[in-house]
């Protein structure tokens, strides 16, 4: 453990946010995925779906099982989730590989149809999903005042179920949020803090 509260010093001697531990898979979605800016409508979509799936787990179980999500939902491309029918959910249902909720692998299917109606509105997912970007200097970054939903993740959740979407609550929002680079929550002491900042300082907003 570093000598900096909500911080942990790996071997390598880099300090990370705590909830990453030892695992190398979550540390290395920790130092090179979570927190940078994504624009990619089929990286969007994945990522909103996998923390719907996420809700009541860990998110090491999704990280595990995610080669095996990209394979049975044909790597999130929208368009061919859209198109899944029963067939694909009974498949998708047997396969191990994935958390087998036939709630949330229907649900999958329906967000697909619904994000292409967003596309067809707003131009992409991107345009819809970065309007709901907070000020980040209001975003909590102290392991001791985490907070599981902001404003804007309330807002974002609202509409998007005034818009048929499902498995979007507000706390999942705010996990899409942290995770596609909306926010930095990682802790200031974190040496990826400052990456994620130059990074979404020269990211350009759709």
Not at 44 to 66: D, H, M, N, V, Y
Not at 69 to 75: E, I, L, N, S, V
Not at 106 to 123: P, V, Y
Not at 154 to 161: G, I, N, T
Request: charged fraction near 30%; proline fraction near 3%.
């Amino acid at each position: 453990m570093s000598g900096v509260e909500g911080l942990i010093l790996g071997e390598d001697d880099q300090s990370r946010c705590w909830w990453c531990g030892s695992d190398p898979e979550y540390i290395r979605y920790h130092d090179e995925e979570w927190g940078r800016p994504v624009a990619e409508d089929r990286l969007l979509f994945e990522k909103i779906c996998l923390e719907g799936f996420q809700a009541g787990l860990s998110w090491l179980t999704i990280l595990r099982k995610r080669n095996a999500f990209r394979k049975g939902f044909a790597k999130f491309q929208i368009k061919k989730v859209a198109k899944f029918d029963q067939a694909d959910v009974e498949r998708l249902v047997a396969d191990a590989g994935i958390v087998r909720h036939r709630g949330k692998i229907e649900s999958t299917i329906n967000n697909a149809n619904r994000a292409l109606e967003l596309i067809d509105e707003f131009g992409s997912l991107a345009q819809y999903f970065w309007q709901y970007e907070p000020d980040q200097s209001k975003v909590i970054r102290t392991k001791d005042d985490i907070v599981p939903q902001i404003d804007e993740s309330q807002a974002m959740s609202k509409d998007l179920k005034k818009r048929g979407w499902s498995f979007v609550g507000p706390t999942t929002c705010y996990a899409f949020m942290q995770s596609m680079g909306m926010v930095n929550d990682h802790l200031e002491d974190c040496e990826s803090w400052a990456t994620i900042e130059e990074m979404r300082k020269s990211f350009k907003r759709p």
